[in-house]
């Protein structure tokens, strides 16, 4: 039996976790999803932590929100070297997906960044979990984005 | 019996603790709480760290204040790695509240967010530590905020 | 039997694994090359660590894509912190190639530095674990640079 | 017997070591203390560690000295990740004594920002080392700085 | 037998190791010196980490080169929590030799810079080893520069 833990916070003002969930039952059905919710993105790496080491999850996908200012940017670079280090610690995957305040000024913009990364985030997630590190080895160097439009690939 | 620890400091210009622990002892009278103050936010760690190690805290709410300087959020930057990384290792939440010098021009209002955000807060850590991993759940993607007002999810 | 690991993402605009792949294999015919996809440059030290800790590679080269914003000059941090935690951890070297979105306008001139770093470092890496720690001796402090011309050595 | 390290650096332009010493001295004249002097900045972790891991130091205050630049301020934050990092590791209470070059323009301001920062952290360090976690839990809140006046709490 | 390690760069334009090596030679005419070359300042941590770890070397210098950009900071940065993390571990001092491409336009001044603070610092960490925590006391708030006019003490 799979377990995959997902985890967000209050601070975020779209429910990313319902969007990645509904890929991860779609794609893995098996699988059991374990939630964990926390205030703000400093908070992530502890319940991520407790879902790979307590409640032995395979793999965790993180829904982060940021805010505009400089001291939000440190938050962020302080959870990201938290989850790398745990990631190094554990050898599990932890998928970040991060929604930025100031990506758009249209409010309805950031849901649709938001709500299109989780999906393709949570996507990533089931298919290394599933298939392993060649799983995304045929969209190696094609310049995917989740939430913003695909540059793709540099055709020489 | 359970013991939560609070961290705080003399450089901080609000007295958050007394606050916190209102919020606290309202919620968990049967808690005992044990604080440990320092001089500034880099000393922060090592408190919050002795609270779960020494004393068997099982969870920490931290009250830092920094100033306005660049420096400053280097040193902000510095505290927040190490509380995450404190987190990781021991799996223990550490909810960190911080008032940052310039969040507000007028003093007083610097008092509300202290004193708003301290109580918030420390309700955070008593849900999640009562309550576990799904406690904060039905708050989700709700953009909440604490000491300033919350924006509130984005309805699409 | 020599194991190297080779790392790179979805998130890239150049499969700058095949050159690194290529030179890997002319240098080293009998080593055996892992490669390891995932989706953007924040997951590269975990698919590093399993390379090196689950699947016995010898040394990683890892090859990375790095947006313009300044959060992702963080999340180009938090990478380095990582790969250089990992490396200081396990004792392996792991070369990282990294190209800035904003290292020129002109994407055909992204595409050069790409390959040429690529490849350049992936000498490198095959230099290091075939003849050790002063197989690059001859070349220091002469300036060369991957990518872009190397200005060499200051010549007093 | 309790041990109390002192590192400074030849970098420092003011012999804050001195001031430290004679606090320390004066409130605690059964201690013994033990210098540790080193280059600069980046190399005061080091010393801290020796002094905490080899010579059983109780607690150590550190007096570091840093430049205007902004790589400076790099190497500022390296250190301050690295002296939190080996406090939670030790338990043990690093206080971190900072002057920066661009303080003050006037070389006697810096002198007496120095000074006075070395002696209020020294007198930091002997109170939590003589009386423990609630020692300074009187000026909780308080505003208190070290070498600049202190703006002290705000009444509301 | 002592061992002293030497860590450099191909992408150094001076070849600060040799002044390095001829100041450690000169002074302990005895110990072993191994030298590590590498790609960049990136890879120093885990040439450092060998040479002390897998070699038993007692002390290292480690010579990096800089570029002017934002990211070369990052990586100086990156640089620097890896160095200091090895040393919090090891107890072992890593001087750290840094020139920065952009401290003079001139390169003739760049190799000044270079050399004069090769020299100094393999001074230093060669009396560091002979001689202990308080070699460099006698040098203590001296205001010493390596590699640029050292101001000296501020005269109150």
Not at 23 to 36: C, D, F, G, Q, T
Not at 56 to 77: E, R
Not at 102 to 124: F, G, M, Y
Request: aromatic share 6%; with cysteine; charged share 25%.
């Amino acid at each position: 039996m799979i377990k995959i833990g997902v985890v967000d916070t209050t601070f975020a003002r779209v429910d990313m976790a319902r969007y990645a969930i509904e890929v991860i039952k779609e794609h893995m059905p098996n699988a059991v999803i374990l939630r964990y919710t926390v205030p703000g993105i400093k908070d992530i790496p502890v319940a991520a932590r407790n879902l790979i080491i307590e409640e032995g999850c395979s793999g965790v996908i993180t829904l982060g929100w940021v805010g505009a200012k400089t001291v939000d940017k440190y938050s962020y670079l302080a959870m990201s070297i938290g989850l790398i280090m745990l990631q190094i610690t554990t050898g599990k995957h932890i998928i970040d997906v991060t929604v930025h305040e100031d990506e758009a000024d249209d409010p309805k913009k950031l849901v649709e960044i938001a709500i299109d990364r989780a999906r393709k985030h949570a996507l990533n997630l089931v298919n290394i979990l599933k298939y392993g590190r060649e799983a995304l080895t045929r969209y190696a160097g094609k310049g995917l984005r989740q939430g913003v439009p695909s540059p793709g690939p540099i055709i020489p």
